[in-house]
């Protein structure tokens, strides 16, 4: 069968390609799922001598497919494995027509992950690789669902990876454009560019691919999941492609910046994306005052309009106005108040304010958003009743002359003698019952002002032959327990700051984990820690 279809290569405007039906492999994308396998040309992914260019490229998903008659057949989803190549895996037409019929409120959140690889069966594979459709390498390979271009806004390249890393994000991310409710939007038509957002403003998080139909108000894309949660949340705008960048190794991509929030991406499935270009989805607003001592100052502002990604998003927007502020990735020092306003499970609001101050050799700005990430993650996701996160708001101030306090040294007094513990920290005997005096001497790192010798004292459980970790350091390592949403509200409120010495017992026991505290503020950020396993005798 002679096949045509469109995409967006530059600009708004799709193009046009052109292509024949090489074969259909039954339950191909999953049961009940088929794949229908199709052979592309034009729109760069060959060239004018029909020889494979860039190949089936990212961004390419959703791109309809029509028959001679006009009827459409599919969207563009799969490519094969060992790229570049102009072989595509159309998802048929018939299923992603089933989304329009599913309304939002009944969508079936989605509990395992999609399919992402498909084998091309034997007798399929030599015939194909007979007719030059494919090479053998590519046939073993079988087809992958294209990657989604995901971006993100307002990070380096460095600072991005290095916070997906460490917050667990495993989507791949690249640096990209912004957007905001202010600019200029886009037109969403079959074959053009569509983009799916966690996030817009100073971290416009999204995922752009191609609009395979539109139907009225309802929206159809992609071919394939997105990030395959059934229900959804996420903001739908349009987007202006840049230039698809020609890749050998890992598949070209489509370059493109979203354009303004147009409506909400309501369902998200095996068979594509499903929104209204009507309403917003519901949104947390995301603002911040940044300042330097170098004078530099900014007023940020972010909208994310998914819930689970909440803490990750506004750590990173405040990531992204420090590195702006203080344009610099180095060592220094910092001071960051944060506050969050929501909604409890009645519908009643809540307010949480916390600050603390932050010290780092090495990279100040990416230091400063990690605990308030983890007061946010606690409070969202605490085990007592669902909540909102309506509006959260960063006063941050920064600056590059790294100061702080550290440890010169740790002793402990199990027996009535003061003991020193070295760098080699060999176990120490405790004996069960008991208070342990701590003392820790806190040198400055700059100036010349004298050392400080700062006295705790932890108790040791009722519990010989047990064993356990004593921490001293800056702030509260202790972790938060609490027995109701009120409580875990106060308790992260009063949580030590970095610039408090803290010594935290941590003790493994038959009965569980038994911990305790004891904490004394001082002048400055305590930089670093120390720690000693101890036996109870």
Known sequence: MVVHGLTVTSGTTPDSFDGSVL????????????????????????????????????????????????????????????????????????????????APASAIR???????????????????????????????????????????????NSHLQKAADRFGVKRPMVVGGSTSAAAAPTDIVAGGN??????????????????????????????????????????????DAIYIQKDSVFGSFKVANPSAPVGRITGDHLAGIHGVTKGHPRRTNVTSSVRATNGNSRDGKTVITYRPATPFLSAIHLLSNADRVLDEIGAGTATVNWTFNGTRADGTPWTFTHGDRFASRRDITFSSIFESYSQMSKILHNNFEKVRITDVHYDATYSSKFDALEIAKFEIKPAGKWITITSHRPARRVYAGTDLPVRVTLDPVRGTADPTRVKLSVHI??????????????????????????????????????????????????????RDSDTQAVSNVVSGYEHVHLFVR
């Not at 972790?479 to 409580?487: I, L, P, R, V, Y």
Request: proline share 5%; charged share 15%.
């Open 23 to 102: 074969g259909v492999l039954q339950d191909g994308i999953a049961p009940g799922l088929d794949m229908i396998m199709v052979k592309l040309s034009g729109s760069q992914i060959t060239d004018a001598a029909g020889d494979v260019d860039k190949g089936i490229w990212a961004g390419m998903s959703g791109s309809p497919v029509y028959t001679q008659d006009g009827r459409l057949l599919g969207a563009v989803a799969y490519g094969l494995s060992w790229s570049p190549s102009d072989v595509a895996g159309v998802t048929p037409a018939t299923e992603m027509k089933k989304l329009l019929d599913s």
């Open 110 to 156: 989605a509990t395992a992950s999609s399919s992402k690889k498909v084998a091309v069966p034997p007798a399929t594979s030599e015939r194909l690789v007979s007719q030059g459709a494919m090479t053998t390498a590519q046939a073993s390979g079988g087809f992958e669902r294209l990657p989604m271009p995901f971006s993100v806004s307002g990070l380096s």
């Open 194 to 239: 569509v983009a799916a957002s966690l996030s817009y403003g100073d971290i416009t998080d999204a995922g752009i691919g191609t609009v395979t139909a539109v139907c009225g108000e309802e929206v159809l894309a992609f071919g394939h999941p997105m990030l395959f949660s059934g229900y959804s949340t996420l903001s739908m705008h349009g987007a």
């Open 461 to 514: 459980p009722n519990a010989r032959g047990g064993e356990g970790v004593l921490y001293v350091g800056g702030g509260d390592g202790s972790g938060t327990k609490a027995s109701s949403f009120d409580e875990l509200l106060t308790k992260l409120a009063a949580a030590p700051r970095n610039d408090t010495l803290a010594a935290n017992l941590v003790f493994e026991s038959r009965k569980g984990l038994i």
